[in-house]
């Protein structure tokens, strides 16, 4: 992913959910596409390490096969081999399809362009060492194309090549906006050239329609902004303070006024597994949702907080799954409220 977005590939990441609820196989400009939503894609690339397709993703890639749609896939020659966890001889009879085009990754952005025939692309000069990222938006009368250069010590230079009538640039300083220089090549198409300082970045215009090349707002300082209205500001959520800072007592060990997360491995340590679990752990199946506990197990927090003044006529305690703990305040015991929660429901 990252590869295919230094070498200025435009795509989307494809969720199989998604997919399967809002997908269906269309046509676009006479060539057979998966229609996702309002979005119609002519390519689908198959990572080298997806091994599994859930049902729906394998029918409607079925279906868009044998109509002529082309699946790119970077996986080896036996993936993908499982239909909703399940090995499936299916599978082989999918990666069976002539439409279905097993290529090494580095030769992807070189196939999808040649393939899909994009309406804009970004091409970085040979020699380029800089690290560079574009986003394109397509409007009704023409796209914004932004390009970044994140390297702090090299400078990038490339082209553009569109379909459109004409470029325009936007000072992102100043709002201003400026007819940009291009060229029209034999194939019908506008070709741009650009140079871009390192931690520097452009923002273009590709005009659908022909606009007169100088094209200028007001400076900056000239502007006069007026308000709309009066200016109205609303308390949308109660202030609400972290308490991060905790008493902690488990098992042999306890600690004093320490960070939350310090707390937490040490409860989790005094309980018997490694460390805190849920901050970094690989989880095997369900190794560690079967964890048992001794009946002595557990471990006691105190959160302290001084309120100044009066105590307010309001004021909640935030505690996620509080239903998992006997708490009390200031020697109190309390407990949620029916149908109350903030946030999230547990």
Same mark, same amino acid.
């Given at each position: 992913?990252?590869?295919?977005?230094?070498?200025?590939?435009?795509?989307?990441?494809?969720?199989?959910?998604?997919? =399967?609820?809002?997908?269906?196989?269309?046509?676009?400009?006479?060539?057979?596409?998966?229609?996702?939503?309002? #979005?119609?894609?002519?390519?689908?690339?198959?990572? @080298?390490?997806?091994?599994?397709?859930? $049902?729906?993703?394998?029918?409607?890639?079925?279906?868009?096969?044998? !109509?002529?749609?082309? /699946?790119?896939?970077?996986?080896?020659?036996?993936?993908?081999?499982?239909?909703?966890?399940?090995?499936?001889?299916?599978?082989?009879?999918?990666?069976?399809?002539?439409?279905?085009?097993?290529?090494?990754?580095? &030769?992807?952005?070189?196939?999808?362009?040649?393939?899909? !025939?994009?309406?804009?692309?970004?091409?970085?000069?040979?020699?380029?060492?800089?690290?560079?990222?574009?986003?394109?938006?397509?409007?009704?009368?023409?796209?914004?194309?932004?390009?970044?250069?994140?390297?702090?010590?090299?400078?990038?230079?490339?082209?553009?090549?569109?379909?459109?009538?004409?470029? $325009?640039?936007?000072?992102?300083?100043?709002?201003?906006?400026?007819?940009?220089?291009? /060229?029209? *090549? @034999?194939?019908?198409?506008?070709?741009?050239?650009?140079? +871009?300082?390192?931690?520097?970045?452009?923002?273009?215009?590709?005009? !659908?329609?022909?606009?007169?090349?100088?094209?200028?707002?007001?400076?900056?300082?000239?502007?006069?902004?007026?308000?709309?209205?009066?200016?109205?500001?609303? $308390?949308?959520?109660?202030?609400?303070? +972290?308490?991060?800072?905790?008493?902690?007592?488990?098992?042999?060990?306890?600690?004093?006024?320490?960070?939350? !997360?310090? @707390?937490?491995?040490?409860?989790?340590? &005094?309980?018997?597994?490694?460390?805190? +679990?849920?901050?970094?752990?690989?989880?095997?199946?369900?190794?560690?949702?079967?964890?048992?506990?001794?009946?002595?197990?557990?471990?006691?927090?105190?959160?302290?907080? =001084? +309120?100044?003044?009066?105590?307010?006529?309001?004021?909640?305690?935030?505690?996620? $799954?509080?239903?998992?703990?006997?708490?009390? #305040?200031?020697?109190? =015991?309390? *407990?949620?409220?029916?149908?109350?929660?903030?946030?999230?429901?547990?």
């Amino acid at each position: 992913v990252t590869n295919l977005a230094k070498e200025q590939l435009e795509f989307d990441l494809g969720s199989e959910a998604v997919i =399967t609820a809002r997908g269906s196989v269309t046509e676009v400009d006479g060539q057979p596409a998966l229609q996702i939503g309002e #979005c119609a894609y002519t390519a689908v690339i198959i990572p @080298a390490e997806m091994e599994n397709l859930d $049902r729906g993703v394998f029918d409607l890639l079925t279906s868009y096969l044998e !109509k002529g749609g082309v /699946v790119f896939s970077c996986a080896a020659q036996d993936v993908p081999a499982y239909i909703d966890g399940n090995p499936d001889d299916a599978c082989t009879a999918l990666r069976a399809n002539d439409n279905w085009k097993i290529i090494a990754p580095e &030769e992807v952005t070189a196939r999808i362009n040649e393939h899909c !025939k994009p309406s804009v692309e970004v091409i970085l000069d040979t020699e380029n060492q800089a690290i560079v990222y574009h986003h394109r938006r397509q409007l009704a009368d023409g796209d914004i194309l932004f390009i970044a250069n994140i390297s702090n010590d090299s400078g990038t230079t490339g082209n553009i090549i569109s379909h459109c009538e004409g470029f $325009r640039e936007i000072d992102l300083d100043t709002g201003d906006i400026y007819g940009y220089e291009s /060229v029209a *090549a @034999a194939d019908g198409q506008l070709h741009a050239s650009f140079s +871009i300082p390192p931690c520097g970045s452009i923002m273009l215009f590709l005009d !659908k329609k022909e606009i007169p090349a100088a094209i200028q707002t007001s400076p900056i300082g000239e502007a006069n902004l007026l308000p709309l209205s009066d200016i109205e500001i609303q $308390r949308l959520d109660d202030n609400n303070l +972290i308490l991060d800072y905790v008493d902690i007592a488990a098992g042999k060990a306890s600690a004093s006024k320490v960070f939350w !997360k310090e @707390a937490a491995a040490l409860t989790f340590k &005094e309980n018997g597994l490694r460390g805190n +679990i849920w901050d970094h752990c690989v989880q095997f199946r369900d190794e560690l949702l079967q964890t048992q506990f001794e009946a002595d197990s557990g471990f006691t927090a105190h959160y302290n907080f =001084t +309120i100044e003044g009066s105590v307010p006529t309001e004021l909640y305690a935030v505690i996620e $799954r509080a239903d998992l703990y006997t708490i009390t #305040c200031n020697g109190k =015991t309390v *407990a949620a409220e029916n149908g109350s929660w903030w946030l999230d429901r547990s």
